[in-house]
């Protein structure tokens, strides 16, 4: 189905003026910049919690926090990362995107949109607040397990279990924002096998939000439940259990991860196809593999949970299930490096991210694969060869996502190029900052560190000294970004409506000009 | 760029040579150890199998990815195809990862039935993961113990020099015996926690409310160290485990000693208790089991760590002193400590703290004995 | 999908009880007929283990801390609770067998852990655990622990009076 697009002209109005603009837009191409901007703050208190987090590990020893505050940071810092950064992050670039890339005036629910960006701010400022109560915030790990997270924690907790609950109210309406559009506003001629590759992540991703954002939801009220009205959900006294918690957790968690990382692949399968002027290789292909990827997801979720006391026969599946993960993911990699093979390529800073994210998303995948397998992981699970597995999926894999799309497409947002030396600069800073942080966390876990700890054995010292280093090295770099974010919105080179050479033939976005007008198409284009 | 060509070439093959010296080592800092019992050998052997398999897959991709961003660059000319899919390609790279994983599936299906034993064990061992401490129980010989760090503050503090087992030194190691089958019965008192020993591969986490089971098979004597690995609360990284193996007739000495000792401590509750014998013994009980919380100055950590110096019940109320001590307090951290120390610990500890500091000069001077204690639990008048 | 995560509680209850999945079993239980039907026996070690929850100040212990059994036979093991506090106290203990599938074939005919226990200021009491091993039991299982875990239910007990008196 799609909906008729009139075009007579509305007379001449762009947006609003003052701060009017930013509190009542309905314009996709605002509330984009709106979660663009606000997972850009939050990138930088997530960062800051992690330098906390590095300055105290520098040295074995407790120096510079006690470990009271320490496991709030760990806890804040993976909650900003994954909900306030990540998340946001994917959901405006497809607010910014979507619409132009299937030839839409704007997204299908505009004043849903306003209101699902809106409750973000409100959800983590009321959770930052907790940090400053006097109990202090959430000490309990992003995982939450209970009942360290119902019968121990501080009174703050139930702040936390409203700010998850308004973080998920967020992503369903986003969510139902998306597939409505997708579903509804395409242009005549593009059938979903003809959609970019961008769009069919986010409609898959979009679906797999809308199934376990309310398990998350179940189980935080389930938690509310036990801490403030005597049930025994997660308490065995009362003939609960509290691995029923990390069930119920893990069929919205281990979804959760392929929600942070699908839309990468969409951003990065345009950007090799762009710079290696090369059609992607094996469209359908990767559609098939994102689609098998989230149906997979939904049967691995025991994963993380090999050490809880479960069966042979249940280690066994999720071990299977686990490992065939793989083979979709591999399918992926080897359409990416397909495309680039016989191609005709350039570097520019989009394509540096991209093949850093290919490159380095299969190392992840690859500890990832390690960690599958069961008896190995006994001696894995909870060390910081898990933390060196997620962050190397997260950093170079969901994040170089974000940066690689937000330098591929600010010149067609702002309508100036961003400055290509300053890109690179920062993209090789990133690069090997990144690896002096994660790559060594792979030893020292194997090595025998586990994770959460504020202070560490001798053995482990040069390697977190290390480790530091570079995480500062990463935290600084990240305000160069800034930097050239901020220069490229106010100056630089004018940039075409193609942008890049040979994108016009990529995308219907490439057909608006730079920047797009406020309501992007206004006459529906034909897709041949 | 030449110059960067000619370091990179060197660089892939000098690598890896690199990186296998380190991982090959024994007791390296880079890799998983290969331990001491023949599960800790298999599982160390898949894991290098899988890692191995994943480098030679990883080395070929990146090949041609690093190959084609060389060769196909615009700049030296590179004219782009246009195919963008073959079929039997796809088909072909999709079956061939499925028979890796279906290899490696095997060996690791093996390595899991080896670990999941469920015969009898030959001992027994109840391990309960407290906040922040082990406890260690003999099942068969009915005698156990806990087990505490026994790093000082002073050297988490860097106010003096870090010993060479920091953070991974017990006051009391659980001590098993060599070439035989210890069944580990593994549960949690408050939060979840985790026994590790990566040198037996074995992890477990401890549940409050129900029992998980692991077991080991130690043949060589040695001491060996392992962690608590799930967050539970402030002191998840200072709860560590450290086992000492050693030969039979060392550990039925070791069993000997420690139910002499128990049947001592009985012996002890019923003689009478100078103030500075309570006092001493109180003041070691008080650092390793109390100022965790309560803090070894005894200002505690308001609101949620009461302060003991000053406090109305540790300078007036002997008897509530008692109650909390035996019961704990409800909705708090602080535990019911009646049924897991001795009378004569619990009347020491009371006794040092109504003392300590300037409790000794404000407070009643009330003394509280370990018959003080047996009375209490057997409701006889104070 | 809301609904789904709310009914996985329930659900993880019925199929845990089902399969004895994380040696939880609640409630007595017998043996079936095709168990009946075994006359086979053999001989395996049946651990008990007592374990009070943080906060729990009663003394509670088995009288034996195991038994060697035979599958098949009926047994009785006796536990002592003593309530050392000043005040009316209400426990609920909560088994647990290990190895988790080991859990079904553990039949406990009596047990204290099917009620909760009300114990007055300074009672002791001794109570019995009446179990038979189904023959049924795998070879490979080669002893059954069963643990004890004490909890202290009084507030909880006091919350639900209140709630019901409204």
């Known amino acids: 189905m799609s909906t008729v697009v009139e075009s007579h002209d509305h007379g001449h109005h762009g947006p609003a003026k003052g701060l009017s603009r930013w509190l009542f837009t309905t314009n996709h191409k605002d509330i984009g910049t709106l979660y663009l901007w606000f997972s850009f703050i939050m990138l930088f208190i997530g960062g800051a919690m992690a330098m906390v987090i590095r300055a105290e590990l520098f040295q074995p020893g407790l120096q510079i926090v006690q470990p009271e505050f320490f496991n709030q940071m760990t806890t804040n810092h993976g909650l900003i990362m994954v909900f306030g950064v990540i998340m946001p992050a994917f959901v405006g670039l497809a607010n910014w995107m979507l619409p132009m890339q299937i030839g839409a005036p704007d997204m299908a629910l505009p004043r849903l949109n306003n209101l699902s960006f809106w409750l973000l701010p409100m959800a983590f400022g009321i959770l930052i607040s907790t940090l400053f109560m006097p109990e202090g915030g959430p000490n309990f790990g992003w995982t939450f397990y209970a009942p360290l997270s119902t019968t121990y924690a501080p009174s703050t907790v139930n702040f936390f279990i409203f700010s998850v609950h308004v973080m998920g109210v967020s992503s369903i309406l986003g969510s139902i924002n998306i597939i409505t559009t997708i579903f509804n506003m395409r242009a005549p001629g593009m059938t979903l096998m003809k959609m970019p590759l961008f769009v069919w992540s986010w409609l898959i991703t979009a679906y797999l939000l809308i199934a376990v954002m309310p398990v998350l939801a179940g189980v935080v009220t389930m938690m509310l439940m036990d801490i403030n009205f005597g049930t025994s959900f997660f308490n065995a006294a009362g003939g609960g259990d509290p691995v029923l918690f990390q069930h119920v957790f893990w069929f919205f968690g281990h979804p959760e991860v392929y929600i942070m990382i699908l839309p990468a692949f969409g951003i990065v399968s345009h950007i090799i196809e762009t710079f290696s002027r090369k059609p992607i290789f094996g469209y359908s292909s990767m559609v098939y593999a994102m689609a098998s990827i989230a149906i997979l997801s939904f049967v691995v979720w025991a994963h993380h949970m090999f050490t809880v006391g479960m069966p042979l026969a249940g280690e066994l599946f999720f071990m299977y299930s686990t490992m065939l993960i793989a083979i979709p993911t591999g399918v992926k990699v080897f359409n990416w490096v397909a495309t680039m093979f016989r191609g005709s390529i350039t570097f520019e800073t989009p394509m540096l991210f991209s093949i850093a994210f290919v490159a380095l998303f299969t190392i992840g995948g690859f500890s990832g694969l390690m960690l599958a397998i069961v008896p190995a992981d006994f001696q894995y699970h909870d060390t910081y060869f898990v933390v060196a597995h997620f962050h190397y999926v997260l950093v170079p894999g969901a994040l170089f996502g974000i940066i690689a799309a937000a330098y591929y497409w600010l010149p067609k947002w702002t309508g100036n190029m961003y400055d290509e030396t300053l890109g690179k600069l920062h993209f090789w800073l990133t690069f090997i900052s990144v690896n002096v942080t994660f790559f060594p966390m792979h030893f020292v876990g194997l090595a025998g560190m586990p994770r959460r700890y504020p202070d560490y054995a001798l053995q482990f010292a040069d390697f977190n000294a290390l480790i530091s280093v570079g995480a500062f090295m990463f935290g600084l770099t990240q305000l160069l970004f800034l930097f050239i974010v901020i220069k490229t919105i106010r100056s630089g080179k004018q940039a075409k409506p193609e942008v890049w050479e040979g994108a016009g033939d990529l995308g219907l976005e490439w057909t608006l000009s730079s920047p797009p007008p406020y309501h992007s198409f206004t006459v529906q284009p034909q897709v041949k | 760029m030449a110059y960067i060509k000619k370091v990179s070439a060197k660089l892939i093959f000098a690598l890896p040579l690199f990186f296998s010296s380190l991982i090959f080592s024994e007791k390296s800092d880079y890799n998983m150890p290969v331990g001491v019992t023949d599960v800790s050998e298999s599982i160390f052997e898949l894991h290098m199998i899988i890692f191995w398999i994943c480098v030679v897959i990883g080395i070929i991709v990146f090949a041609i990815m690093f190959w084609s961003l060389w060769k196909y660059r615009k700049s030296k000319g590179a004219v782009a195809a246009d195919f963008d899919d073959n079929f039997w390609l796809e088909i072909g790279w999709t079956v061939a990862a499925t028979l890796v994983l279906v290899w490696m599936a095997v060996p690791s299906t093996q390595v899991m039935v080896e670990a999941y034993d469920d015969a009898e064990g030959e001992i027994n061992i109840l391990i309960t993961g407290h906040q922040w401490k082990w406890h260690y129980e003999y099942l068969e010989d009915e005698v156990g113990f806990f087990s505490n760090l026994s790093t000082s503050q002073e050297q988490i503090d860097g106010e003096v020099p870090k010993g060479e087992f920091y953070l991974q030194e017990v006051d009391e190691p659980l001590v098993i015996p060599t070439n035989t089958r210890v069944r580990f019965l593994i549960t949690g008192n408050d939060v979840i926690h985790s026994w590790w020993v990566p040198d037996f591969a074995v992890k477990q986490d401890a549940i409050p409310g129900f029992i998980n089971t692991a077991w080991t098979n130690v043949p060589e004597p040695g001491i060996f160290r392992g962690a608590c690995t799930e967050l539970c609360g402030i002191k998840h990284a200072f709860m560590p485990v450290v086992v000492r193996a050693v030969e039979r007739e060392e550990f039925d000495a070791f069993i000997a000693e420690k139910v002499a000792l128990a049947e001592e401590e009985r012996m002890l509750t019923s003689k009478v208790w100078t103030k500075d014998e309570l006092m001493e013994r109180g003041e070691s009980f008080y650092a390793v089991n109390c100022a965790a919380c309560h803090q070894a100055n005894g200002q505690g950590i308001p609101p949620v760590f009461p302060a003991l110096e000053g406090s109305q019940i540790a300078l007036n109320d002997s008897s509530k002193h008692i109650e909390i001590l035996m019961e704990g307090v409800q909705g708090s951290a602080m535990a019911a400590f009646g049924d897991s120390y001795s009378e004569v610990d619990i009347a020491s500890v009371i006794t040092y703290t109504r003392q300590a500091w300037s409790n000794g000069e404000n407070g009643d001077g009330v003394i509280v004995t370990p018959q003080d204690i047996v009375a209490y639990k057997n409701r006889i008048d104070l | ?166």
Request: hydrophobic share 40%.
């Open chain 3, 1 to 166: 999908m809301f609904a789904f995560g709310w009914l996985l509680v329930p659900m993880y209850d019925v199929f845990c009880e089902i399969t004895g999945l994380n040696g939880k079993v609640t409630g007595p239980s017998s043996l079936s007929e095709e168990s009946l039907a075994i006359t086979e026996q053999r001989e395996l070690l049946v651990q008990f283990m007592t374990h009070n929850n943080e906060s729990m100040p009663w003394f509670f212990d088995s009288e034996k801390s195991q038994m060697r059994v035979v599958t098949g036979n009926q047994y009785e093991a006796t536990f002592v609770f003593h309530n050392t506090t000043g005040k009316e106290m209400v426990g609920q203990v909560i088994p647990s067998v290990s190895p988790g599938r080991g859990a079904e074939y553990f039949h406990k005919t009596e047990c204290f852990c099917f009620e909760r226990q009300v114990l007055a200021a300074g009672e002791r009491i001794e109570l019995p655990v009446r179990f038979i091993i189904d023959p049924a039991l795998p070879k490979e299982i080669g002893s059954l622990s069963l643990g004890y875990t004490l909890f202290d239910i009084t507030d909880r007990v006091q919350t639900n009076n209140e709630i019901a008196k409204l």
